[in-house]
T-cell receptor, first 110, second 111 residues
Framework: NAGVTQTPKFRVLKTGQSMTLLCAQD?????MYWYRQDPGMGLRLIHY???????AKGEVPDGYNVSRLKKQNFLLGLESAAPSQTSVYFC?????????FGQGTRLTVV | EDQVTQSPEALRLQEGESSSLNCSYT??????LFWYRQDPGKGPEFLFT???AGEEKEKERLKATLTKKESFLHITAPKPEDSATYLC????????????FGKGTLLTVNP
């Protein structure tokens, strides 16, 4: 039972490049989330999903897209990376009101 | 707009020196208040959920309490391994799904 697994753990991108962050959970949770964490800003919700095939915007969705084609996977895409997207990204899945977080992806855009 | 404010931003304690962290909130319809612990380089780890004013939860040296305007995380006789960032979050009546987080309190416990 791995819980919530994020890949990759670290990545450096050049401005304008694209990439996809993968979140996988093995707990059969319906709800999944993508957050970004920046110094002095706390955790902010980017996008979330309440079930397979559904997604919704969170607090800071601009510049990101998501997909939930399978219940266990939630993908976060950056189509054209910008330096402002340098951050640590966390995925979470939720059972009831208890959220389980992955270990994070540290992304640097240069 | 829902707001969650944590204080202090940072707290340094000596081992065995008890203290409290504060989380004050301004929300419309609180459905739950959550405390998480986050170690450097790791994701937040769930500690407690509180649902109504007057409720208390305990786990080892930690005790969380809730009033209508704020929550406290009391740390009794802390040890160096309690050093971490403690995050508070609220789930409000506007959504079944979304948590709003505070910025956290960085706790350092010196031996």
């Amino acid at each position: 039972n791995a819980g919530v697994t994020q890949t990759p753990k670290f990545r450096v991108l050049k401005t304008g490049q694209s990439m996809t962050l993968l979140c996988a959970q093995d707990m059969n949770h319906e709800y999944m989330y993508w957050y970004r964490q920046d110094p002095g800003m706390g955790l902010r919700l980017i996008h979330y999903s309440v079930g397979e095939g559904t997604t919704a915007k969170g607090e800071v969705p601009d510049g990101y897209n998501v997909s939930r084609l399978k219940k266990q996977n939630f993908l976060l895409g950056l189509e054209s990376a910008a330096p402002s997207q340098t951050s640590v990204y966390f995925c979470a899945s939720q059972r009831g009101t208890e959220a389980f977080f992955g270990q994070g992806t540290r992304l640097t855009v240069v | 707009e829902d707001q969650v404010t944590q204080s202090p931003e940072a707290l340094r304690l000596q081992e065995g020196e008890s203290s409290s962290l504060n989380c004050s909130y301004t929300v419309s319809g609180l459905r739950g208040l959550f405390w998480y612990r986050q170690d450097p380089g790791k994701g937040p780890e769930f500690l407690f959920t509180l649902y109504s004013a007057g409720e208390e939860k305990e786990k080892e040296r930690l005790k969380a309490t809730l009033t209508k305007k704020e929550s406290f995380l009391h740390i009794t006789a802390p040890k160096p391994e309690d050093s971490a960032t403690y995050l508070c979050a609220v789930l409000t009546g506007g959504s079944n799904y979304k948590l709003t987080f505070g910025k956290g309190t960085l706790l350092t416990v010196n031996p």
